[in-house]
């Protein structure tokens, strides 16, 4: 009986496995998809750069001034990579503000936020010192289409009730194909790495771990109490 | 507890415990496979590539000057990439010009350096460009510098994309980053962040077939489209 279950259990999986394989092409688009919770523009006070992508974020950014959503732009002074360190390359947020100069934004109207930024909770942590002098300011946050969801969640974590007032303008990228990601280097680095990212703030900064530990202690007290059953009604 | 299980749980135990004990050991083996080393012998040509739009690997341009004094007849490569989108806005010069600046600084001289265009921003295109080459020169041999995590993937596709004969003629020189050690890359963020990035896309490599690089739109079409979708998406 118990050999029966285990032959039936292995054709289950390898079924299931050649049916995700075959539907993948359908299925894993979705994956870039989730990534993307982008919304429309309004009009605000600031728009914010968050740093990386400079490819696509800045243009966002300049394309969201001239268009008269915002007057003016915030970009965050991120810490030095060894190839700014060493004079090679300038540091990210100046690559960013060249192009919004480039683009026509103003020198004038772009500001940049002190804090040797290393991450997206340091980016989100300079915003909300800005956010201290200007409580009722609205900002747009510009950053690539496949960050936006973890921006979002990171925002909600250091700004609290505040994060109502950002609203998340996606970039969309276009160096791969995003519903073939796992076709590009790039794209597979984009995308699986996001949900890894995911996974760790959540252990790090959210509840994961509470969560799994609960299930993790209902599964092993589930599995005790089958195991009395058994014993309680095959004694021998 | 019949005895079967028992034994079960004493293996586990012990393979938690030989895992906790051996931490060390077993990460840095994780890393192991994304590195590709070899010797370096008598060597013709010192290739340069890039990462998107900026040079790979730590301290790559004075490896290059350091290479290129202990041979002085050796041609410097530049693979330059397509143009993108921050170079056309002059917000950064193209690769090809930082190397030429930074390698004039480090002593190589302009005569060097030869700049050979790469069709995207792929490890195939690098592996073709150099195939390309290569494929004139049987006789010669190049050293390609990169980071030390992506040169396994790199092996990878030179040994894949370009003949025998042109794939023995390059030899991969890692280069460690200065801001961790591979032998214990856990212990800091950006080290952890790259061996698992590294290993994403060595998996993507072996799992999935290659797709072209889309073309990439000029900055006013780039705009145009998204003050567009804006519009598109207007109540």
């Not at chain 1, 998809?33 to 992508?53: C, F, N």
């Not at chain 2, 990460?27 to 900026?54: K, N, T």
């Not at chain 2, 896309?201 to 000029?218: E, I, R, V, Y």
Request: net charge neutral.
């Amino acid at each position: 009986m118990k050999r029966r279950r285990w032959i039936l259990f292995t054709l289950f999986v390898a079924a299931a496995a050649i049916v995700l394989l075959a539907s993948s092409p359908a299925i894993l688009p979705c994956f870039s998809r989730w990534l993307d919770i982008g919304q429309r523009p309004v009009k605000a006070d600031y728009v914010m750069v968050l740093l990386g992508d400079e490819q696509t974020r800045p243009f966002v950014a300049a394309a969201l001034a001239a268009e008269g959503w915002a007057d003016t732009v915030l970009l965050t002074e991120i810490a030095p990579s060894p190839q700014t360190i060493d004079g090679i390359s300038p540091p990210s947020h100046e690559i960013a503000r060249d192009i919004l100069v480039s683009r026509g934004v103003p020198p004038e109207r772009i500001v940049l936020m002190p804090a040797e930024a290393r991450s997206t909770f340091d980016e989100a942590r300079a915003l909300a010192g800005l956010l201290e002098s200007r409580p009722n300011a609205r900002v747009l946050a510009v950053t690539s289409d496949y960050h936006s969801r973890r921006s979002r969640w990171v925002f909600h974590h250091v700004l609290a009730e505040q994060a109502d007032k950002v609203t998340f303008v996606t970039a969309p990228t276009d160096y791969y194909v995003t519903d073939r990601w796992w076709r590009s280097q790039w794209g597979t680095r984009a995308v699986a790495s996001e949900y890894l990212k995911l996974a760790f703030y959540l252990m790090r900064y959210g509840y994961l771990v509470h969560w799994t530990a609960a299930c993790l202690l209902l599964a092993a007290v589930a599995a005790w109490v089958r195991r009395r059953q058994s014993v309680t009604r095959h004694p021998g | 507890m019949t005895r079967k299980r028992k034994i079960s749980t004493v293996a586990f135990a012990a393979v938690v415990l030989v895992a906790i004990l051996f931490h060390s050991l077993l990460l840095r083996g994780l890393a192991r496979p994304l590195i590709s080393e070899q010797m370096i012998g008598d060597y013709d040509g010192i290739c340069l590539i890039s990462s998107l739009q900026s040079p790979e690997g730590d301290r790559c341009y004075d490896v290059a000057a350091q290479l290129w004094r202990d041979n002085p007849t050796a041609s410097v490569l530049i693979l330059e990439p397509p143009d993108n989108r921050i170079v056309e806005a002059g917000a950064l010069p193209s690769f090809a010009t930082v190397s030429r600046r930074e390698l004039s600084k480090r002593g190589v001289p302009e005569e060097a350096v030869v700049i050979l265009p790469r069709e995207g921003i792929d490890d195939w295109t690098i592996a073709r460009a150099l195939g390309d080459r290569l494929s004139d020169r049987p006789e010669t041999t190049v050293v390609l510098l990169c980071d030390e995590f992506h040169s396994a993937r790199l092996r990878a596709a030179v040994d894949e994309s370009v003949g025998e004969k042109s794939a023995s003629q390059v030899w991969i020189m890692p280069l460690s980053d200065r801001r961790f050690n591979r032998d214990d890359w856990w212990k800091t963020r950006t080290g952890t962040r790259t061996v698992g990035m590294s290993w994403l896309m060595l998996l993507q490599h072996w799992f999935s077939d290659w797709g072209a690089t889309p073309p990439q739109a000029d900055a006013d079409e780039y705009e145009k489209r998204v003050i567009e979708s804006w519009r598109e998406d207007a109540p």
